[in-house]
Every structure is written in C-alpha cells, then in structure tokens.
C-alpha cells in the first residue's frame, strides 16, 4: 500500500481560497467515499476536519470543504485566515480494514 | 469528552521491542462502534498508518509493519497497547493513538502523541 499523494507545500493570502489535492490510486480513493482530512499544527495532535469526503465535524468552519474525483480528493480553505497555517493530512480507506495517509502538505499564509 | 494518553519508554535500543500504551477515559475500549488505533509520524514527515483493533480482538495492520506489530485491548484496565519488534532507528517517531469510527473510518480523537527515539 503506497502513501497518497499530496503538494508539499501551498500557500495564500489571507482571503484568498486555496485548494490540497490527495491523489491515491482505483484501490483506494477511487474505490471508496471514505477519504477524510486533518489539520496539525506544530507540535500538536493531528485534529479531524473533514470526514467520508466533504461532512465537517461540529464545529470546524465551513470554509473547510471536501470533494473527490475519480482517484483525486481535494481539501479546499476560502477564505484563509492566519490560523489556517498548518500541515494537512489525507487519509483513505483502502479496503479490508487498510488505511492508507498522504504525505503532507505545509500550508503557508502569506 | 474522551480523552487518550500514551505511555511508554521514550528511548529504545536498536533491534529491541518498542512497546506502548494508550489509556481512554470518558469512553470504552469494549465499544464496538469505535477501533482503537496507533499512528506515527517520523521527524518532518508525514503520518503512517500502524493498525488498529475492533472488537477486541480482530486486528488490522499496515502491510509494510505486519510482521513486526501487535495491538491488543486490555478492557479491565480500558487500554490498548502496541508492540513492533526489531525496532531500528527508521522507527523513531511520534507515535499516536487514536478512536476510529467503524464504518466512516476517520480518527476523531488522538493522543497528544509521544516522541520514541531508537538508539544505542
């Protein structure tokens, strides 16, 4: 099982939207609606943001919004504030019990 | 408001067994709409995926740690543990446990995460 595919490193400024792709392959992100997303900021737990592709927990803004494509997954922030800056983690089930994570991207609010 | 607290030596020795525990309180490790899982996070990297256990008893590990790893629940104490053996210095991490949803597979809630370091 491979690690999904993120950018590195994305940045913005503040109002301006900014969009994180996850790419993983038909066994996984394509197979199931079951890709969820985190944000960690430095030296912190990773905190849940996104849930089975777009729901968002209690809570966390809607600025915070999910989709997915074929075997793509994206984390999309509007209106960026300054307290967006932070790692963000995919994650996607990848069937018989599997998990598989993204290697990160570093967002950065100009 | 569950809470999970990891425990556990913070340095091991090349080729040892790293062994850890989460303790849940507010919630119950015999749940069965939640697995509990470990997670790591090497030094500037990304998360990896470790396993998790569901039920008590059904396990699930990341293909590339399975022959190395075991989770299992003690429900008297409301713990579980994790155990990767033959441990190098590719295992020194931040090492996280967490609740898994069953079903909707997401990590809600997650330990404040403890450094291990494998060194001589």
């Known amino acids: 099982q491979s690690a999904l595919t993120q950018t590195a490193s994305v940045s913005g400024s503040p109002g301006q939207s900014i969009t994180i792709s996850c790419t993983g392959t038909?066994?996984?992100?394509?197979?199931?609606?079951?890709v969820s997303w985190y944000q960690q900021h430095p030296g912190k737990a990773p905190k849940l943001i996104i849930y089975e592709v777009s729901k968002r927990p209690s809570g966390v803004p809607d600025r915070f919004s999910g989709s997915k494509s074929g075997n793509t997954a994206a984390l999309t922030i509007s209106g960026l504030q300054a307290e967006d800056e932070a790692d963000y983690h995919c994650c996607s089930y990848a069937g018989s019990g599997i998990l598989v994570f993204g290697g990160g991207t570093k967002l950065t609010v100009l | 408001q569950l809470q999970l607290q990891e425990s556990g030596p913070g340095l091991v020795k090349p080729s040892e067994t790293l062994s850890l525990t989460c303790t849940v309180s507010?919630?119950?490790?015999?749940?069965?709409?939640?697995?509990w899982g470990w997670i790591r996070q090497p030094p500037g990297k990304g998360l990896e995926w470790i396993g998790g256990?569901?039920?008590?008893?059904?396990?699930y590990y990341s293909p590339s740690l399975k022959s190395r790893v075991t989770i299992f629940v003690d429900t008297s104490k409301n713990q579980f543990s994790l155990k990767l053996t033959s441990v190098t210095a590719a295992d020194t991490a931040v090492y996280y446990c967490?609740?898994?949803?069953?079903?909707?597979?997401?990590?809600?809630?997650w330990g404040q995460g403890t450094l291990v370091t494998v060194s001589s």
């Open positions: 507010g919630g119950s490790t015999s749940s069965r709409s939640f697995y």
């Open positions: 256990i569901f039920d008590s008893e059904s396990t």
């Open positions: 038909s066994s996984d992100v394509g197979s199931y609606y079951l």
């Open positions: 967490a609740r898994r949803h069953y079903g909707a597979d997401y990590f809600d809630y």
